[in-house]
C-alpha cells in the first residue's frame, strides 16, 4: 500500500512542477478580483508571513461560528504565501489542520506561517491562527507543498 502512495504522490510532485502557475486575482483566499473571496493581504519579516482575518456572517459554520473550511483556507493560504515570499510558486499536496478552540464571527484574529524544510520537490510549512485579543491558538496546520518549475 506506501508503495502505491509514494508512486501516486511522485506522479502528483512530477505533473505539478511542469505546471505554469498564473495569478488572475480571482484566488478564493487572496484575489482582490473575487467578489466571495476572503481578500486577504499579506506581510512578509523575518522569515514568517502574517495576514488578519475578521470572518463575517457569511463565513460561519454553526450560528456565529467560523466554519473550519474557512479557517483551513487561511491557514493554507497563508504557508502558500510564505513559499511565495521565498520565490517558490507551489501547490498544496498535504495539510493537516488541528483545530483548539472555535473562532467567532467578527473576532480578530491574525494567521502567521513560515517554511520549515525545503526541498528540490517538496517544501513543508507550519501556520497557526491567534485570536488578536490575547494570543490564544484557534488552530494549526502543518503542510507539504509541491513547487513548480
Do not use: W
Request: hydrophobic fraction near 40%; proline fraction near 3%.
Amino acid at each position: 500500500m506506501k508503495t502505491h502512495i509514494l508512486i501516486y504522490s511522485f506522479t502528483h510532485i512530477l505533473i505539478y512542477q511542469k505546471m505554469k502557475l498564473e495569478d488572475d486575482n480571482h484566488c478564493f483566499a487572496c484575489g482582490r478580483e473575487n467578489h466571495c473571496g476572503l481578500k486577504l493581504s499579506f506581510t512578509y519579516s523575518n522569515g514568517k508571513i502574517t495576514t488578519e482575518f475578521i470572518p463575517s456572517m457569511i463565513y460561519q459554520g454553526y450560528k456565529d461560528i467560523a466554519h473550519g473550511g474557512i479557517i483551513a483556507t487561511v491557514l493554507d493560504e497563508a504557508m502558500i504565501q510564505a513559499a511565495i515570499a521565498e520565490g517558490i510558486m507551489p501547490v498544496t499536496a498535504e495539510i493537516n489542520v488541528r483545530f483548539k478552540r472555535p473562532l467567532m464571527v467578527n473576532e480578530k484574529a491574525v494567521a502567521e506561517a513560515e517554511i520549515i524544510r525545503k526541498g528540490p520537490r517538496l517544501i513543508e510549512a507550519q501556520s497557526r491562527l491567534l485570536k488578536t485579543s490575547d494570543g490564544t491558538i484557534i488552530a494549526e496546520a502543518y503542510a507539504k507543498l509541491i513547487p513548480s518549475k
